[in-house]
């Protein structure tokens, strides 16, 4: 399986702005589709966005459609969640996970579908 390491998050003001990044390695990158999700105290893991091997395609939860942004440099082994117009209830641990890529082009929303896992990182927005 694949190795991911995210970045550390962090406390941001609501209206603000904070990049996460997430390492992979010990297998090759573009073998896997990439996806960020989060869990607040006593939810479940919720998905928040995915990116396709090639960056091609791209997936989002309603919550954050519009504010977050997720990217990958291929090059690097690392992708990206870059979220903006933070609110209080994007406060969670978020994790990035990889998904190896079949035969259908697509991007999934679960996270029994992702075989690896980051240890996840703390992201605070204060009111």
């Known amino acids: 399986q694949v190795q991911l390491v995210e970045s550390e998050g962090g406390l941001v003001q609501a209206g603000g702005s904070l990049r996460l990044s997430c390492a992979a390695s010990?297998?090759?990158?573009?073998?896997?589709?990439m996806g960020w999700f989060r869990r607040t105290p006593g939810k479940e893991r919720e998905f928040v966005a995915a990116?396709?091997?090639?960056?091609?395609?791209?997936n989002y939860a309603d919550s954050v459609k519009g504010r977050f942004t997720i990217t990958r440099d291929n090059a690097k082994n690392t992708v990206y969640l870059q979220m903006d117009k933070m609110k209080p209830e994007d406060t969670a641990v978020y994790y990035c996970?990889?998904?190896?890529?079949?035969?259908?082009?697509?991007?999934?929303?679960?996270?029994?579908?992702?075989?690896?896992w980051g240890q996840g990182t703390q992201v605070t927005v204060s009111s």
């Open positions: 996970a990889a998904a190896e890529v079949g035969r259908l082009p697509i991007l999934y929303r679960t996270t029994n579908k992702y075989a690896s």
């Open positions: 010990g297998r090759t990158f573009t073998n896997y589709n």
């Open positions: 990116i396709s091997w090639n960056a091609g395609l791209t």
